[in-house]
């Protein structure tokens, strides 16, 4: 971890953080779908 990261208020980063690390992951989730499914994605 950088020593700037923890030089700031937990709570609103990860408020901030958290909306993009779920829609990344619903979009790994759905890349990992359609490659099982033998698309070109």
Same mark, same amino acid.
């Given at each position: 971890?950088?020593?700037?990261?923890?030089a700031l208020?937990?709570?609103p980063w990860v &408020? @901030?953080?958290a909306p993009v690390t779920r829609?990344? &992951? @619903?979009?790994?989730a759905l890349v990992r779908r359609r490659r099982m499914e033998g698309g070109s994605a």
């Open positions: 971890m950088r020593p700037e990261w923890a208020p937990p709570l &408020r @901030r953080k829609a990344r &992951r @619903r979009m790994a």
